[in-house]
């Protein structure tokens, strides 16, 4: 009996031994899974510090020689301007610590104080008068901006005086182009150089060869001890074909790329890629002549323009790869916010034309007044040698007709064309622009504008708003501006380009990309 109790506890101890060592075994597992768990995460979470970008056509990396749209692009982080744009378009300070417009024809910019090119010699308005006057020789995407521009005085070191010809409506949005060093190109040809300019911005140039650049951070920027750069190098790399690029892109040799194809998922597909699409400033417009027989009413504007369908339009010619445009500054203007959207309705066609006395009678539109009959008859102008505008004009004249408008469709030759466009001798033109930076209407509006229309209370607007520089105010100013556009119709936006940035998942930080640059917010990017 006591031999059996001896058996049993001897068991029991024999099995708490047991216990005891499954549990340690399963603690020390569960210890290195946490610590393989930790690890893994600190992995996934670890970031790298060289961003891989692609670029083709490849030309120069001075800012001010290039034509290279990329290089532009990219130089808003190189070379800093006077003043820059905001990713909603509106003007901020860079190098200049304020500007102010004196009078008409006179704008002082004062520089910040301290600043530094990235070798550590010192910005100094001698810089910029040297900058302007290699720009005034018109060799330069900038060279527009300082067209103007009469004469540029050197008030002190930090001061400049610019002297315009005649006044400007927001001059001061020509000046983003970038700042070069007088001393480093004192000895040289200035527009034969290969010279790097020296770096104002958050990184410089620390290399270059035939096939690529690299970038690294600039310590001497102004604002390198407060803000936190994340990328460390920037490598860019020159392909000979857009299309050699989105290979590299695919296989992952390079992070980024920007481009104007609207079908550049048929070539690197969607996995593992993130596309953002911005809008560009080709805008495409019908022009009506305002003075002309029934387009004189604004009745007869605002049902062609209920009666055509952009959306189709977008759908139809360009595969909803272009945006429907409402007005000249809805590229992405703080002075625009509203949705640009197609205002198609025949039933509000119907209905602007039935309250200006037009009926609609055997398929066409017509009004009897003192005995005369009139007929909605226009005649359109297109460039024939415009193969995607003479789309648009066709469909235009398809959805015009099947509301009751006559349209006679006019494809004349490019020469023609221009002729009629100078003269303004037609009733509607197919016609476009490429948006600057800046939101002066004067063109659309302005004296002898394309479309002879004629608004006291525009006229005085615009007089207004070239000596105010207060936000809300402007806004309250082409709101108004806008209102009156949407009553009388004397152009009808169609339609926008669409840009693209294509990079990695890889990459990552708020992409907001512009017109201006696509590296809004880079200082924030980084590459996982």
Known sequence: ??????????????????????????????TSNLNLENNTSQTSQKTESILNIGISDFDNINPLITKNKDIISL???????????????????????????????TYL???????????????TGTDVKYTIEQLQEGKSVYSDNVENIKSVEIIDGNTVRINLKEEEPFFEYNLIFPIVSSNQFKNEDFYKSRLAPKATGMYKVTSATESNMELEKNEN???????????????????????????????????????SNTNVEDYIGTIGFVTKD?????????????????????????????????????SSVFSNNYYVSSFPIDYGSYLYSKESKSSYSQDKA?????DAGWEYRYGSWRKTENYRTQYLNI????????????????????????????????????????????????DMIITGVNNGYSPDLTYFFGKDNIANYENEEITGILNDIKNISD??????????IIEIYEDEMPYICLYRNKEKVVYSIRLTGEVIPNNYSVYHNFENWYRQ
């Open 379 to 426: 005649d359109l102008i297109v460039d024939n040698s415009n193969e995607t505008r003479v789309k648009v004009a066709e469909l235009i004249e398809e959805q015009l007709e099947d509301f009751g408008i006559n349209v006679y469709l006019y494809r004349v030759s490019n020469s023609s064309y221009k002729r009629y466009l100078e003269n303004k001798n037609y």
């Open 350 to 354: 119907k209905e602007v034309l039935e």
């Open 109 to 123: 910019v004062k520089l910040k104080d301290n600043l530094k090119w990235d070798d550590g010699s010192t910005v």
């Open 471 to 480: 936000k809300d105010m402007l806004t309250e100013k082409y709101n108004r």
């Open 278 to 314: 911005y809008k560009g400033r080709e805008l495409d417009f019908i022009s009506i002549n305002c003075e002309e027989g029934v387009l004189a009413n604004k009745e007869v504007r605002q049902a062609i323009n209920y009666a055509i369908d952009k959306n189709k339009i977008n």
């Open 221 to 259: 920027w102004r604002n390198a001890d407060s803000i936190e750069r994340k990328i460390d190098k920037v490598i860019i790399t020159y392909f000979d074909t857009i299309g050699d690029a989105y290979n590299s892109l695919k296989i992952g040799n390079i992070d980024l790329v920007c481009t």
């Open 75 to 105: 130089s808003t982080i190189l070379y800093d301007p006077l003043l820059k744009i905001t990713e909603d378009y509106e003007i901020e300070n860079c190098l200049a610590e304020e500007w102010s417009k004196s009078d008409k024809t």
């Open 1 to 30: 009996m006591k031999s059996n109790i001896i058996k049993y506890l001897f068991i029991i101890f024999a099995i708490g031994i047991i216990i005891f060592a499954i549990y340690k075994i399963n603690s020390q597992e569960e």
